[in-house]
């Protein structure tokens, strides 16, 4: 009976994805024929398919309004229900540690591709300056990273790390005074379960959301895509869709063990669509936390690694800042054969992408410590170039980063529950 019934539950999510991905393509179709136009000066003549913007607009800000609840129950929940407290220590250790070394791996993985196929053939000409605003400074960027002004500062999910923190702090607050059998406790898992309800909910919508992100996506940046930054593109896209089914596989194997590279590709198609589509690791933690959840992965685990992975795994963005370095070395005639260069290169990749990417105040800070560090004679040119190809890129960064958060709860799992906490999640489901 039981098998019965997961075979319908397969079915139900594999019709559901492919709704989802019929709609982004008769969106893309769409925008393709009925792109925006604009005139010699920039202004808009044609918005085309651009005014189909406000259908996928309607479903992130759904999203955005659920992640911050979701997030502050999930956490707080988890480490407030907590029997160990060494076990919430020891899961979020090994959460940050993941990140890092899944990042490293990442940027060394995109040297090397860009030694073979370097993004720019020939240094530019005529180049223009940008305008660099002031970026944050550090004392202040320290402070974001685990600190808003005021209260109300954590209810914005611009300020997811200290929203993180926050509920860290909050749940061995009630794990340590009322308890792990209070009334509070059992609100923060009551409100987490209600959360995931209203997750469902909104789901429904998704595929009308869909099919207007990408008419909009494509009636804006079609043209874009296809000129001066084609070839980096034509690199970058076909590594994210590799990565995942060479690289994640292998992680999955490293943290289930037999049968569970199966079980992932079974559960990372939602993700990473979402992901796609929305260019949001934020408003993909509902369903990461759905996927993990389906999978078997103890609810503790993923309550903790999910929202931390929106703001601090990034292995995508580790690529873009390669992508992105080598790039300007190209742009700027620089030679790319330092093996001293490709050190810090993979440094301040993991900096600026797991470090900084959830930081308020910190968007594009990444660029300009990247900037700063390789071209800061440059700075004024380099910079806007960089933001550039990241607005480019961010797509498919966003799905390796977002559904990677998934795969990383399988390698937290086994060295949380042990390397056979995976062959126990089948047993039960057999049983």
Sequence with gaps: MSTQLNKKSVARNYAFLAVMLGSMILGSIVGWIFPQELDAEGNVISAGATVLEPLGTLFLNMMFCIVVPMVFSSIAGSVATMKSRKRAGKIMGTTVLTFVITGAIAAVIMIVIMKIFPPVLEPWSNLTEGVVEDPISIPDLIVNFFTVSDFSGLLS???????????????FGVNL??????????????LSEAMMKV???????????FFGFFANLVATYGSQIAQDYARA???????CFIYIFVAFPLFAWFG??????????RHIARPAITSLGTCSSVATIPTNMEEAEATGISKDVSEIVVPLGATM????SCFSCILKIVF???????????????????VVAVLSSVGMSGVPGGGYIGEFIMCSVFFPEQLAIAYPIAITIGNLVDPPATMINSSGDYVVSFVVSRFVDGKDWFQKVLASRNS
């Excluded at 792990?180 to 009551?190: G, M, N, V």
């Excluded at 997750?199 to 959301?209: H, K, N, S």
């Design 199 to 209: 997750v469902q909910l909104v789901t429904y919508y998704a595929p009308i959301a």
């Design 256 to 265: 289930g063990g037999k049968g569970a590279v199966r079980e992932m590709f």
């Design 157 to 171: 999910r611009s300020a997811m790390l200290p929203l993180i923190v926050f509920s860290i702090l909050f749940g």
């Design 233 to 239: 593109l034509v690199v970058y896209y076909p590594l």
């Design 328 to 346: 300007l070395f190209g742009v700027f005639g620089r030679p790319f054969d330092s093996v001293g260069d490709m050190v810090l290169m993979v």
């Design 313 to 316: 795994h990034m292995d995508g």
């Design 177 to 190: 005074g009322p308890g792990p059998d209070s009334l509070i406790a059992r609100f923060l898992t009551s």
